[in-house]
């Protein structure tokens, strides 16, 4: 790790994605397997978003800026066929196990089981009366105008978070005792598991996009399993 957190690096200059614009479906198996998102930062930068289901448990996450060319699609990849509809203003996306809601602003995702249980949800209410202490998905420029993406989620109390690594995979990865493992498709990262704020989970990749996979499990074997059925998939 860095001497500096990930929100607190004086050589960087950070932003983040604020509100969706516009969606449409992503074509799946038989049907729809997510959704594709045009999303503009605090600062009004055009970004590309895209989340889709790869199996029932399992969901992918692409970001990138747009000037930096579209996200393309990856025909060999695994798609969940599911149903993707707006409901109360939000971008519903529903699977054969779980149910991903977009809160289109201020932009953030939460998934959920079909209880309404709360199993995930990206952290935008990391503050203090001054500043944000962790930053939603976003991005961040250091001096010499190289990017580097970060991504942060909730921590709720008690939980416990444990950096691994998926057999047969050099990628780094995380799993959490609240039932679910995130899988990075990149070289490296720098994870802050409720290290730097104890409500959030935070991570940064230093490339110019994020690709992750999240998969949901009651247990870490369950977890490994299911993304072993992924293929864990690379960076496409």
């Given at each position: 790790?860095?001497?500096?957190?990930?929100?607190?690096?004086?050589?960087?200059?950070?932003?983040?994605?604020?509100?969706?614009?516009?969606?449409?479906?992503?074509?799946?198996?038989?049907?729809?397997?997510?959704?594709?998102?045009?999303?503009?930062?605090?600062?009004?930068?055009?970004?590309?978003?895209?989340?889709?289901?790869?199996?029932?448990?399992?969901?992918?996450?692409?970001?990138?800026?747009?000037?930096?060319?579209?996200?393309?699609?990856?025909?060999?990849?695994?798609?969940?066929?599911?149903s993707v509809e707006v409901r109360?203003?939000?971008?519903?996306?529903?699977?054969?196990?779980?149910?991903?809601?977009?809160?289109?602003?201020?932009?953030?995702?939460?998934?959920?089981?079909?209880?309404?249980?709360?199993?995930?949800?990206?952290?935008?209410?990391?503050?203090?009366?001054?500043?944000?202490?962790?930053?939603?998905?976003?991005?961040?420029?250091?001096?010499?105008?190289?990017?580097?993406?970060?991504?942060?989620?909730?921590?709720?109390?008690?939980?416990?978070?444990?950096?691994?690594?998926?057999?047969?995979?050099?990628?780094?990865?995380?799993?959490?005792?609240?039932?679910?493992?995130?899988?990075?498709?990149?070289?490296?990262?720098?994870?802050?598991?409720?290290?730097?704020?104890?409500?959030?989970?935070?991570?940064?990749?230093?490339?110019?996009?994020?690709?992750?996979?999240?998969?949901?499990?009651?247990?870490?074997d369950e977890i490994m399993a299911?993304?072993?059925?992924?293929?864990?998939?690379?960076?496409?």
């Open positions: 790790m860095p001497d500096a957190t990930i929100f607190d690096d004086p050589t960087r200059s950070y932003c983040y994605l604020s509100r969706v614009v516009r969606y449409r479906r992503v074509p799946g198996p038989g049907g729809q397997a997510g959704a594709r998102f045009a999303v503009l930062t605090n600062e009004g930068e055009a970004m590309a978003l895209e989340i889709r289901f790869v199996a029932p448990e399992a969901v992918r996450v692409r970001c990138r800026r747009v000037a930096d060319g579209p996200l393309r699609g990856d025909a060999s990849e695994p798609a969940e066929q599911v109360e203003g939000r971008v519903v996306v529903r699977s054969r196990a779980l149910e991903l809601r977009v809160v289109r602003r201020p932009f953030h995702y939460g998934v959920f089981d079909f209880d309404g249980r709360k199993l995930l949800v990206q952290q935008i209410g990391d503050v203090t009366p001054t500043r944000l202490v962790s930053l939603p998905l976003g991005y961040s420029r250091d001096a010499g105008g190289r990017i580097a993406f970060h991504e942060s989620f909730e921590r709720e109390p008690g939980e416990r978070l444990q950096c691994q690594a998926a057999a047969g995979a050099t990628n780094p990865s995380y799993s959490s005792s609240r039932g679910y493992g995130v899988f990075l498709n990149h070289a490296r990262a720098d994870f802050e598991l409720g290290s730097a704020s104890p409500i959030t989970v935070s991570f940064r990749v230093d490339e110019p996009h994020l690709d992750y996979v999240v998969v949901f499990g009651k247990d870490g299911r993304y072993a059925e992924t293929g864990g998939r690379a960076t496409a």
